[in-house]
Structures are given as structure tokens and as C-alpha cells.
């Protein structure tokens, strides 16, 4: 996943609008790695707050260690899921902005990364749950994740006989509904987003230098 760059701090502002203070934070996110989330900002109601967060969800409980495959939550499996299920309770809920995601295709018989993006260029709003660890101050979150079976697009993505998963985008006039909870029990909030609305170009890591 591609954190949005500071130069797109003010299409953030106006795409989320909400006010996006600068964060030295690393270009892609990877799991373990910072990022910036949208969550509502429960010390003044009706704000938005964007906050650097680890990304994969660290329970109040949970050993760093435990946390390494808490990065992506199934929205099928979330409510119940110990790692996911206190934040899902208290609404814990926030929004990824990202320019881009990646996901590997295996068309050639070895996996190459892929970059998706929206075709409009606009920045990916990713449905999110986080968690706050006040021991650490560590605020986390994970990605949701829903069924991709079918899909026009992602359906070319990870090896052939998984199953198809795609992250959980928002369009704009579900930011604040999924940000306070209101619109988490509509089945529609659920839905595969629209491959025609989607861009993917294969996009390989660089080969790593020999020591």
C-alpha cells in the first residue's frame, strides 16, 4: 500500500475534508510499518482526525510478535475475531488513504506485484478498524478485506487457487457513515468496488542489490 506523498496533502484536505498535518512517514506501507488513518475525533464531535498508525492491529493484549497477521480483517469474521472484535464493538473505525495498493499475480507462473489504483485518480479511501495499546501509545490499525470471487479485475490476483480478496473501498458518501457506525449492519456498505473503476499495471519490486 502507497502512503498519499506530502505533496497530496492538501487532496487529502479536500478530498476527506479534514485537515492534513505532515507526517515523516515512509512511502509505502508495509505491515509493521506507519501510515496515516481518518478517524473520527472524539475530543471535538463532528471533527475528523488523520493520525499515524502501525499497520496491523496490536490488541491491548496481544505480543508485538502475535500481531504479524492482523494487518488485513475479514469483514465476514471480523465481529468475532479476538484480535478484531473490541474495536469492531466500540466502532472503532477509520479510513486508509492511499494512493495505490499492490497484489500479486501469478499469470506468468511466478508471483509479480501489481499496482491498483482508482481510475479517476483519486485517492482510495480503505474501510479500516484500529485499536490504541496504552501501555505503548501504539495506535494501530488493520485493513477490511471482502470476497473477490468473480471479480473482473481482482479476480487475476494472488495464487490461483486461493480465494479472491479485495480491500473494502469507501465512496464519499459512506466516509462518515462508516466512520460512526452508522452504516456497518447495510449489506450494500459490503460490495465488490467496480473493476471499471479500477486501473492495474504490473509494477515489480526492484531487484535487491548483491552485498
Request: glycine letters at 4%.
Amino acid at each position: 500500500m502507497s502512503a498519499l506523498p506530502p505533496s497530496r496533502s492538501v487532496q487529502i484536505e479536500q478530498h476527506f475534508a479534514v485537515r492534513s498535518p505532515q507526517f515523516n512517514l515512509p512511502p509505502e506501507a508495509w505491515p509493521g510499518y506507519m501510515a496515516p488513518i481518518i478517524r473520527a475525533w472524539h475530543e471535538v464531535p463532528g471533527e475528523l482526525q488523520v493520525a499515524p498508525a502501525c499497520f496491523r492491529m496490536v490488541p491491548h493484549w496481544a505480543d508485538m510478535k502475535l500481531a504479524r497477521q492482523t494487518y488485513n480483517a475479514r469483514t465476514e469474521t471480523v465481529a468475532q475475531k479476538p484480535s478484531f472484535r473490541n474495536a469492531w464493538k466500540r466502532k472503532q473505525f477509520c479510513i486508509i488513504p492511499a494512493d495505490n495498493f499492490f497484489e500479486p499475480c501469478y499469470e506468468t507462473g511466478k508471483p509479480v506485484r501489481w499496482r491498483i489504483e482508482r481510475a479517476d485518480g483519486m485517492p482510495a479511501a480503505i474501510a479500516g478498524i484500529w485499536e490504541f495499546r496504552p501501555q505503548d501509545l501504539l495506535l494501530s490499525f488493520s485493513m477490511l478485506t471482502i470476497n473477490a470471487d468473480g471479480h473482473p479485475l481482482m479476480q487475476r490476483f494472488h495464487k490461483p487457487d486461493d480465494e479472491k480478496r479485495m480491500v473494502m473501498i469507501l465512496d464519499p458518501d459512506q466516509y462518515h457513515g462508516w466512520l460512526d457506525g452508522s452504516l456497518v449492519t447495510e449489506e450494500d456498505l459490503f460490495q465488490q468496488y467496480a473493476a471499471e473503476r479500477l486501473v492495474a499495471v504490473a509494477d515489480p519490486l526492484p531487484p535487491r542489490l548483491k552485498k
